[in-house]
RNA sequence: GGAGGGGUUCCCGAGUGGCCAAAGGGAUCAGACUGUAAAUCUGACGCGAAAGCUUCGGUGGUUCGAAUCCACCUCCCUCCA
């Protein structure tokens, strides 16, 4: 069964890297392997670029295997070095504690815990690093690593070379200790896989490494392809900045909206690499949308598939309802409860009382983060591109928001959904 | 410790005494076109409704006037020890 699951990776794209590519399938076919891929603590949340190791994970789970989520409570102390073109700043243990209970947390959606013989677990390398004494690392761990191999690493290399930019020990030093996790979960769990993104590969290969020497052991690695995007932008940026797995930081709503918004040129891809749906599917869903004119399907399947994954059912449904409402453009029909219904649902809002409001529109559409800046919203203004419960104002309006948010131009006397451009909604409730 | 090079608006990167809120590119936002796409074209892009205010690592000077000159401090890079 577990040749399958290779192909089926394969299939989709999923496979940049192996290391022990040759005995790999035989492996994964000879029973339930456990497997690890890490996830260190840089922020509070996860965000989509974690998603597709984290995904790996489930369909290694669903294939028999038994993986782990390594929360990295003691490599988020020091901080990866890999690829990254400088310096991090260290967060202090106790930020990234807090962080680590934020993301293991997360992570725990994602697997099953409860899957008998092949149950996940989430496992802390502080647990093992913490207790770790200076002199017993460096004699035991580091006389496993030569410099001059670390150095040769791609992933440091521009560091290395680059004008500008340095590396410090510490940092330097980040290959060891996670080298030092997989020997150690190797050891503790029987551990012969590990996976990640593909900028993990040097960080990998030497933990392999240092798991043959430390036990004599064979062990695997497979590391996922960089997600692209066909216009050569970053993937998982947004105007707002990363999209996070977490609802308090991007909304299901934001979320939803985010992969509606895949281009076509990615949307089939994206379909194999972050939904469970069978690639025969994704490829019929292709051939029908290019038989048809006019919107493509996948971007909605994606959406759909992803939301749920993440958020849920519930999420998914409130994300779709604020999307029908705004877009399907018939505002008319909210009713008073749809319209709390929205703000509940997380479609961005703000209350203010009328007496309280701002002397410019510039200044209250800001404050209420539809903008950057004033600026913006002169310009949406001078373009009638801000719109209250659909009828465009004008940079005329500017100075009288007391008329604009005027209690017959409200609907229902109060709700006043306002927006910038086509895609900026937000929800004023005046009272 | 020594020698040299550098820190400019989100990013890259021009700018060596006034014409500089600071070239150019990228990113971003808005408009047209569309499918809540792509490509393309247009406009905006330090803050402010405006008057005006605040920027060029930091502090203090020189000067009518400084991102540009001087002093000190700080951070980074390269080479030497």
Not at 9 to 27: C, H, I, M, S
Not at 262 to 289: G, M, N, P, S, W
Request: proline share 3%; with cysteine.
């Amino acid at each position: 069964m577990s040749s399958a699951l290779l192909a089926d990776l394969r299939a989709r794209e999923l496979v940049f890297q192996v290391a022990g590519e040759d005995e790999l399938p035989a492996w994964l076919d000879g029973g339930s392997r456990t497997l690890y891929c890490g996830f260190d603590p840089t922020a509070d949340s996860l965000h989509i670029g974690h998603l597709v190791p984290l995904l790996m994970l489930r369909r290694f789970q669903q294939a028999g295997h038994r993986p782990l989520a390594l929360v990295g409570g003691a490599t988020g102390l020091i901080g990866d070095p890999s690829f990254k073109d400088q310096e991090r700043k260290l967060n202090t243990p106790e930020v990234v504690a807090s962080w680590v209970d934020k993301i293991r947390g997360q992570v725990s959606r994602f697997i099953d815990f409860d899957a008998g013989a092949n149950s996940a677990e989430v496992v802390n390398n502080l647990d093992w690093v913490a207790g770790l004494d200076v002199l017993a690392f460096l004699r035991d761990v580091g006389k496993h690593f030569s410099v001059n191999a670390m150095i040769q690493k791609e992933s440091v290399k521009q560091r290395l070379d680059r004008e500008g930019s340095g590396l410090s020990f510490t940092e330097f030093s980040y290959m060891i200790l996670q080298s030092y996790d997989y020997a150690e979960l190797n050891a503790r769990y029987d551990c012969s896989l590990q996976i990640g993104g593909s900028d993990q590969w040097g960080n990998i290969t030497g933990g392999i490494d240092l798991t043959r020497r430390m036990h004599g052991a064979k062990s695997f690695g497979l590391t996922v392809p960089l997600i692209t995007k066909s216009d050569g932008t970053k993937f998982g940026k947004t105007e707002s900045g990363a999209v996070w797995l977490d609802p308090a930081r991007t909304s299901p709503y934001a979320f939803y909206q985010f992969w509606l918004n895949t281009a076509d040129a990615d949307v089939y891809r994206f379909l194999k690499y972050f939904t469970f749906l069978e690639v025969a599917d994704i490829d019929e869903l292709e051939r029908a949308d290019a038989e048809r004119s006019g919107r493509p399907e996948a971007q909605l399947v994606l959406a759909t598939e992803v939301t749920r994954l993440v958020h849920g059912e519930e999420g998914l449904a409130a994300a779709q309802r604020i999307s029908a409402s705004l877009f399907s453009g018939d505002l008319a029909a909210l009713s008073e409860t749809d319209f709390a219904q929205l703000k509940q649902d997380g479609l961005p809002s703000s209350t203010v009382e009328r007496k309280a409001l701002p002397a410019t529109l510039t200044q209250m559409l800001t404050e209420a983060g539809m903008a950057n800046s004033g600026k913006q919203v002169k310009d949406a203004l001078g373009r009638n591109a801000v719109l209250v419960n659909g009828d465009a104002l004008s940079w005329e309006d500017n100075g009288s928001p007391v008329e604009v948010f005027a209690e017959d131009r409200g609907r229902y006397g109060r709700y006043y959904l306002t927006q910038l451009g086509k895609k900026k909604h937000h929800l004023f409730e005046l009272l």
